[in-house]
């Protein structure tokens, strides 16, 4: 994995999971990185998000560090914005920055008070253990009900040089668009401008995380940070720029297919295309309402060539259609012509509905141009067993 | 059970089904009923949904008698339009009337062909068969994955005599706000108009099955008529059309627990109840995001009090607020307190969370008047295991 220069990485065990599996992580930038993020839109959000959130407006997007912990969101917490301060605080002192250049972010269960002892003396352990090579140990233990960690990375040829982009995430379940109880960071030792990188991540999110879902529900401490270093010593020039973006993006579609694939007691990852609306904005409603349906999602998880409940689901999406324009495909075979049945080997199709990837595609005829592609998993009784005892 | 006056039922197996239980069922009204209805607000709509619609129309809300099928939906079939239209023009010449007073329904699977001749061979079993007890039949028959039958009655003194209203519907899973695979019929024998009879209808729909939701599908079948034929001879006084419209509306509200408490898979009913927004408007949306948490049904099915999960779908309802405001109530315990963990005795309130019916309820601080109530059910791995072969 070729991972962007100038980056540290530590990740140890605090004591905040029960497990003793690592929980709290950090990664460090040498020099201070231009940065831009987004957050969740929920009105209930976490001291740590409330924090990196006016961290970066105080430093106009520069960030030294991130500090990041699992199995405590610390939201609607007493202490939660003391707590998550006084971390920042130490992990500055440490890495001998400004608590502003800290971006703190966690992960858990919410509206439990986070004990901030384990983690302000861990510490010091995080940054002994600082290595450039730790990455996938931070992919770790951000970690909650993930199965597997989620990592990408990519090795890119500007114009002036070559760069690197790498990016790690977290996330299985509270997925939605407009984000999750996701914690993304894409990595790259370009020098880039936090003006651009904000534009950059923007457009990235909406194809990536923003076109994701699990199961409707969207957390209190979705945070996606994109953090450009110059390390490279490679500027992209105006040209490079687009290059650049569309590497981002992809790097951020990567990681929200990673997060649908591994979806709470998903067994398959679902990807939805929609095409031929009168707006991108659209063909986003039709694909959302689709991706976000239980009936679809049980129907894939058994196998079932159920088109009438994705036309269904695209017919309560809040856009206005004729159904006699609409075709869909299950696994590129057309199941549905014109809003009606159409002819396919019924057998066939449902075996190959068992594979790890199912394509649904929606097109309408006619001459729109809005289209727009979504992430999902299918709905099996294990996300049931896992989040009916999550705190137990 | 006292049932209206001047109504018939009779319901018998036509073969729709693969499993023997009656399929297709009548209701008759002597005289014909004046008629108000809702149907799905779904872009993809049965041709019964249609035919319906069309006839009442024509009719300026009359109805002679309902026919309805399960275990087809016709819906997004090629032959749908005709189909129906056969099976009205049949049931009107056998009922001596004209085919616009048939109100037809279906429900069932979407997008297979409706074979019209088991049907069309039915009709004349029906009416032979036809008697004012028979009202539990029909509501036998038009049950799908529903686990029990759902009905109800309720006697009225108004000033100028008894009136008599029964409800019958059926639902339990593709159910949400603004409708649901659900059939629903409320019959009196009062005299009102049928203008009366819409808003009345439209009313009682919001404080029922608008505020209804098992897994946010909304289905293309969806139809609830409110019927009055006056065989009772009372016509309700200015001042008792209120009393007979609360009737209705506790009765629509009965119909409505009843479809949430056997949601597909459904061990409990959930009843969210919203209070001190600034509208019923968001009342309603906070509302109606608790309810179609999968994170919070699945919490109440593991007898979990994660009150975290609901605040969180509280914030992202797309309602404005404040948490610190917020006080969570889980069975009148309150858990959360301004936002903040509550001091409440977990042990008891889990045993407590294992009843059959669990009360969710959100206030917000201050002199907001709206509020909202939403019916759902928990969230089990049933569920999953219903909705993945249910055409297999």
């Known amino acids: 994995m070729k991972l962007p220069l100038g980056y540290r990485y530590a990740a140890v065990y605090a004591g905040i999971r029960k497990d003793e599996r690592d929980d709290v992580a950090l990664i460090v930038s040498d020099p201070p990185a231009q940065a831009a993020a987004v957050f969740t839109t929920n009105m209930v959000q ?14 106009r997007g520069r960030v030294a560090a991130i500090l990041v912990n699992a199995g ?9 914005d003391r707590v998550t301060l006084a971390l920042c605080k130490a992990a500055a002192k440490a890495l001998k920055t400004r608590k502003e250049m ?18 302000l003396d861990a510490i010091p352990k995080l940054t002994a253990a600082l290595s450039p090579s730790a990455f996938e140990s931070v992919a770790r233990a951000m970690m909650t009900t ?12 500007l114009g002036k040089g070559i760069i690197r982009i790498a990016g790690l995430t977290k996330g299985a379940g509270m997925i939605q668009p407009n984000m999750a109880t996701t914690l993304g960071f894409v990595l790259t030792d370009a020098d880039v401008p ?26 209190t401490n979705d945070t996606l940070a994109l953090l450009a270093n110059g390390a490279a010593g490679v500027k992209p020039h105006r040209d490079d720029l687009q290059t650049f973006s569309a590497a981002v993006t992809e790097v951020m579609e990567s990681l929200a297919e990673q997060i649908a694939a591994d979806g709470e007691g998903a067994k398959k990852l679902i990807v939805v295309r929609v095409t031929g609306f009168k707006t991108e904005e659209d063909a986003r409603k039709v694909g959302r309402a ?6 679809v999602k049980t129907a894939i998880a058994g196998s079932d060539p159920n088109w009438g409940r994705i036309l269904s689901a695209a017919g309560y999406s809040g856009i206005s259609f004729d159904p006699r324009d609409i075709d869909v495909y299950l696994q590129n075979v057309r199941v549905c012509q014109r809003g009606l049945a159409a002819d396919y080997d019924e057998d066939q199709l449902k075996s190959r509905l068992d594979e790890s990837e199912v394509h649904i595609r929606v097109e309408r005829q006619g001459r729109g141009k809005g289209q727009a592609r979504f992430f999902t998993c299918d709905f099996t009784e294990d996300y049931i067993r896992i989040n009916g005892s999550y705190r137990t």
């Open 194 to 219: 936090a003006k651009q990188l904000r534009e950059i991540l923007s457009r990235a999110a909406r194809r990536s995380y923003h076109s994701l879902t699990v199961d409707g529900d969207m957390s």
């Open 146 to 157: 993930d199965t597997r960690m989620k990592i990408v990375s990519r090795e890119l040829q």
């Open 102 to 119: 800290i971006l703190p972010a966690s992960t858990g269960v919410i509206g439990v008070e986070l004990d901030p002892k384990p983690l």
């Open 290 to 295: 689709i991706a976000n349906s239980p009936l």
């Open 72 to 80: 405590n969101a610390n939201c609607a917490t007493r202490t939660g």
């Open 46 to 59: 976490a001291a740590p998000v409330r924090q990196a959130r006016s961290n970066l407006r105080s430093t």
